[in-house]
């Protein structure tokens, strides 16, 4: 499993870069195989798995199942960030940001890399296959090559919409939550896979304006590099609100609790409006964007955790589902 946020790690802005480094640059300094594993984007990753889990119908996974579908996925991701940092050795010995990383500083060996990507990989899909079903492992490895394959080696290096495309890497995790809940997937899993592919954009262009001398740099052909900030700001705010339309679908996407969702959930998105607007009323400011990066971060917790919360026995107790319809009823009603 990788996240629409992974690639958001890739370099600093060359004028902004005090500034712009400080959203993204750890405080603390990582010893170099921990480094490449990418620990700090796994959070979030666990977060949306965790609300595929909470979107399946009927009982609750065993406690043995979500440790190990959390476990699993954080060995994909942990092996998806050293392959990234492996194929773009070059290129971030390069960039301003990237090139104090651990291999193309040479703290860390390819071969010693290589080997930990394998192992990470293996130990992965073990546990995931034991511990969890076979479809959640598949999903897994399939979130790790649709970062690695699609986004790094094919898309980044060559269009503009690369995030918009290689996003569906980041969006995997709730389909394996649910996968693991159920041994299936059902229409609102793919709700929340949806959902995070059309968050990914306006999440990643937002750091990509702060970053877009570095990108320039390269030649990474990133929106703001590409088109400029002026389309790039009106690119994130139709993301923005195509993102908190598709949101309001969780309240029939729930089995139950759909209406505490559905009330809780707009304060999240009128903030991210509220900041997409502003960033596109003036889209040369490097601190609206900031803003907004680190609240879509937040925002996409925050749903995660209005569906977690949606699902406790005290959430049903709310009322039935917005227009008294439930997951349960709506193969009925399509058929």
């Known amino acids: 499993m990788v996240s629409a946020a992974v690639p958001a790690t890739a370099a600093a802005s060359?004028?902004?870069?005090?500034?712009?480094?400080s959203v993204i640059r750890p405080s603390v300094k990582l010893p170099a195989w921990l480094e490449v594993a990418k620990p700090r984007l796994i959070p979030l990753l666990l977060a949306t798995t965790l609300g595929g889990m909470a979107l399946s119908a009927g009982g609750s996974p065993s406690g043995a199942t979500i440790?190990?579908?959390?476990?699993?996925?954080?060995?994909?991701?942990?092996?998806?960030?050293?392959?990234?940092?492996?194929?773009e050795q070059e290129l971030d010995g390069r960039m301003q940001r990237t090139s104090r990383r651990a291999l193309p500083s040479g703290r860390l060996a390819q071969r010693q890399a290589f080997a930990l990507a394998i192992g990470l990989t293996a130990l992965s899909v073990a546990v995931l296959v034991i511990g969890v079903n076979p479809l959640a492992?598949?999903?897994?490895?399939?979130?790790?090559c649709?970062?690695?394959?699609?986004?790094?080696?094919?898309?980044?290096?060559?269009?503009?919409?690369?995030?918009?495309?290689?996003?569906?890497?980041?969006?995997?995790?709730p389909l394996?939550?649910?996968?693991?809940?159920?041994?299936?997937?059902?229409?609102?899993?793919?709700?929340l896979f949806s959902l995070v592919m059309l968050?990914?954009?306006?999440?990643f262009w937002a750091l990509a304006l702060l970053l877009k001398d570095d990108y320039r740099s390269v030649g990474i052909p990133m929106l703001p590099v590409v088109k400029g900030v002026v389309v790039t700001t009106r690119a994130i705010s139709h993301y923005a609100w195509a993102t908190v339309a598709f949101s309001l679908l969780g309240v029939l996407a729930l089995?139950?609790?759909?209406?505490?969702?559905?009330?809780?959930?707009?304060?999240?998105?009128?903030?991210?409006?509220?900041?997409s607007g502003r960033l596109r009323a003036q889209p040369d400011d490097p601190q609206r964007a900031r803003a907004l990066f680190r609240w879509s971060i937040f925002y996409l917790f925050g749903i995660c955790l209005l569906l977690l919360l949606a699902r406790l026995p005290q959430a049903a107790l709310m009322g039935p589902d917005l227009f008294g319809v439930s997951l349960s009823a709506l193969p009925t009603l399509v058929g």
């Not at 690369?162 to 969006?171: D, F, K, L, S």
């Not at 939550?177 to 899993?189: D, F, M, Q």
Request: hydrophobic share 55%; net charge positive.
């Open 146 to 173: 649709s970062y690695v394959l699609l986004y790094t080696a094919l898309l980044k290096p060559r269009t503009t919409q690369n995030i918009v495309i290689g996003g569906v890497a980041g969006a995997i995790p």
């Open 199 to 203: 968050w990914t954009p306006a999440h």
């Open 137 to 144: 492992a598949s999903l897994s490895l399939l979130g790790l």
């Open 67 to 87: 440790a190990c579908t959390l476990v699993g996925g954080s060995l994909a991701s942990a092996a998806a960030g050293v392959l990234n940092c492996l194929w």
């Open 255 to 275: 089995p139950s609790g759909g209406l505490l969702y559905g009330l809780m959930v707009l304060p999240f998105n009128a903030r991210l409006l509220q900041l």
């Open 176 to 191: 394996v939550g649910a996968a693991a809940a159920t041994g299936g997937l059902g229409w609102s899993s793919w709700w």
């Open 14 to 21: 060359v004028a902004n870069a005090p500034t712009a480094a």
